[in-house]
């Protein structure tokens, strides 16, 4: 397995080393030590280092006066969080992209800031005021990019939705948020081939949609939505609405424990916490061109766009999937310089080779998060940009970036994180909340980015109910669970809670085995999700109790394709296993840690 040591020149080129040297640190430790001992001082100092513009500078940086849960943030304060993603040179490049087959093309700042206004514009004629919510579901493209950054101009809260989810999964997102317009486009694009979307927000029952035309195919919509045309106007002035910093600006949505998905808002301060990240861990510097897949609906599609444009560097999006070499090209092309991935697409381009023989030189460190990785396939990938590190990354929605991963400054070892995130502090706790090298993160707030509510759920019965002190010190679940190693170094081994990762979408087993409860020949049914040792996405298994004879094929088959088109064509069902009861604590809840052992012991 390949390291990677970064050389004295390395070390000196990142921002971590230039905040060293003003504050007369002589090593890493030293500054993580002091950013989370003198948390107002260390988000002070982050929030100048990234300009972060006011209307009104805050009265408080840190008020802790109605407690930790609760802490505020730049108190005092106005301010609306995309001024500070256009502070670059107008001319210097926003987005470079690129279109399945077509070339390279660019957007200045200037250009993307003037289509920003447009669309804000075009918002407030449209009737919706501060306060209002909108929805995207669409793919990650410039125009989601600017619809999302000019609803938040607008001082409107943008809900967004994952374009891979199913109708009735997209329908209980608009139904917790209640968006006036929802922007989607016609169909999605992919190897050729054409998928509605257009079609599956109008049967979520979007109240009113806004379409792209992306294609020739012939989509009638109805008489109260619009064309992207028809509603944008040629305003090129607008002036960003004045919010507080915990004004909502982002409702994004995670897995919790329940049925429903919790979601999440986030304010303006949250991007703040993501771009710090991008500053420090990822060391994006100015005029880097930064490229992660992903979409809006996943708390990363915000962390691009903010982590990117506050550092005054250029998102690069491709339209296509990144599994062919076609997305590798894209890569060196656009002459990207971070890189942020999931470990699947790592273990594709491995077996594939799809990525080999290009020159990804221009690549200075890869980024990695969304599922466990795999040493011997994270040193490929290291290889293929002729060994750049690769930056371990975990963190959350409701964090608003990551409380553990990786830096420029220490050395890298594949598949594991060096550090905690600058800004914030964790514990590992066992089930007796006795401190352990391995056992449940509890995160230690305030952090600047952690969420203090949420619109479907009680926040303190989710993060801080029935936790005990922790010397004293107030501690938040998060539900992952971490191993230290002896080196001091962390490796991820996977939830504890009822929620799983498949494929970097985090979701809950209720949701999951609410709809398998609708076949007719399951009685009740339990979900579980298997880390697999090889690293990559985690493996969904099914248990279900049977009322009437079926096979396991036949089991298995109706399980699968009910899985893909009520929830989510990315979910892989691996395995359908009949029980003949399914194992409940004494108060009736499953015990999914109980049929994850089973499973385990049965492979």
Not at 157 to 165: C, E, K, L, N, P
Not at 513 to 540: H, M, W
Request: glycine share 6%; with cysteine.
């Amino acid at each position: 397995m390949q390291t990677w040591k970064p050389t004295q020149a390395d070390i000196e080129k990142t921002h971590i080393y230039q905040t060293m040297q003003e504050l007369d640190f002589d090593d890493y430790q030293a500054l993580w030590e002091w950013s989370v001992n003198q948390k107002e001082d260390f988000w002070k100092k982050t929030i100048e280092k990234l300009e972060i513009p006011f209307f009104k500078k805050p009265k408080y940086w840190l008020d802790v006066s109605n407690g930790v849960t609760q802490a505020q943030w730049l108190k005092g304060a106005q301010m609306n969080i995309v001024d500070a993603c256009f502070q670059n040179n107008p001319n210097t490049t926003a987005i470079v992209y690129q279109e399945e087959g077509e070339p390279l093309k660019k957007i200045s700042q200037k250009d993307l800031e003037n289509l920003v206004n447009r669309i804000a514009n075009s918002l407030q004629k449209e009737g919706l005021a501060q306060g209002d919510t909108i929805a995207i579901d669409m793919p990650m493209t410039v125009e989601a990019v600017a619809i999302y950054l000019a609803g938040i101009k607008a001082g409107i809260q943008v809900a967004t939705i994952a374009d891979s989810f199913t109708a009735q999964e997209i329908a209980v997102r608009l139904d917790i948020t209640k968006p006036k317009l929802v922007f989607t486009q016609d169909v999605l694009l992919r190897s050729g081939k054409q998928l509605p979307l257009y079609k599956k927000v109008l049967e979520a029952n979007a109240s009113k949609i806004i379409s792209i035309k992306t294609s020739d195919a012939s989509i009638t919509i109805r008489k109260q939505d619009r064309y992207w045309n028809d509603f944008l106007c040629d305003d090129t002035r607008f002036e960003s609405v004045v919010c507080n910093p915990e004004d909502t600006m982002t409702i994004l949505f995670s897995s919790g424990t329940t049925g429903a998905p919790k979601a999440i808002p986030w304010t303006h301060i949250t991007p703040i916490k993501s771009a710090s990240d991008g500053y420090y861990h990822q060391d994006i510097h100015k005029n880097d061109v930064v490229a992660w897949p992903t979409n809006l609906g996943w708390m990363m599609g915000p962390w691009l766009v903010f982590a990117t444009l506050i550092n005054k560097a250029t998102i690069a999006l491709y339209y296509g999937a990144p599994l062919n070499q076609a997305f590798g090209k894209f890569i060196q092309d656009s002459q990207v310089t971070m890189l942020g991935l999931v470990p699947s697409i790592v273990k594709h381009w491995k077996n594939t080779q799809c990525m080999e023989g290009l020159n990804w030189q221009a690549i200075r460190c890869f980024s990695s998060t969304g599922e466990a990785s795999n040493p011997e396939e994270y040193s490929y990938l290291m290889a293929l940009a002729n060994h750049k590190p690769i930056i371990e990354y975990c963190g959350g929605t409701e964090i608003g970036g990551g409380y553990v991963t990786g830096t420029l400054v220490q050395e890298n070892i594949p598949a594991t994180f060096s550090t905690q995130a600058l800004g914030g502090a964790f514990v590992l706790l066992d089930e007796n909340y006795q401190k352990a090298a391995k056992g449940e993160v509890f995160l230690i707030p305030p952090i600047l980015g952690l969420s203090n509510h949420l619109l479907n759920r009680d926040h303190h019965e989710v993060y801080y109910k029935n936790i005990p002190l922790y010397n004293g010190k107030v501690l938040r679940r998060h539900g992952d669970q971490m191993q230290q190693l002896p080196n001091g170094y962390y490796k991820a081994q996977g939830r504890v809670d009822d929620a799983m990762n498949l494929g970097g979408i985090k979701v809950s087993s209720l949701q999951i085995e609410a709809v398998i409860n609708r076949l007719n020949f399951v009685k009740e049914s339990a979900a579980i999700a298997i880390p697999p040792q090889s690293g990559g996405p985690d493996k969904l298994i099914i248990y279900y109790v049977t009322h009437k004879g079926i096979s396991k094929s036949d089991a298995l088959i109706q399980i699968k394709q009910l899985v893909k088109n009520q929830i989510n064509p990315l979910f892989k069902v691996s395995d359908a296993i009949s029980i003949e009861k399914l194992p409940r604590t004494a108060s009736g809840k499953v015990m999914r840690r109980h049929l994850r052992s089973l499973y385990s012991k049965g492979l």
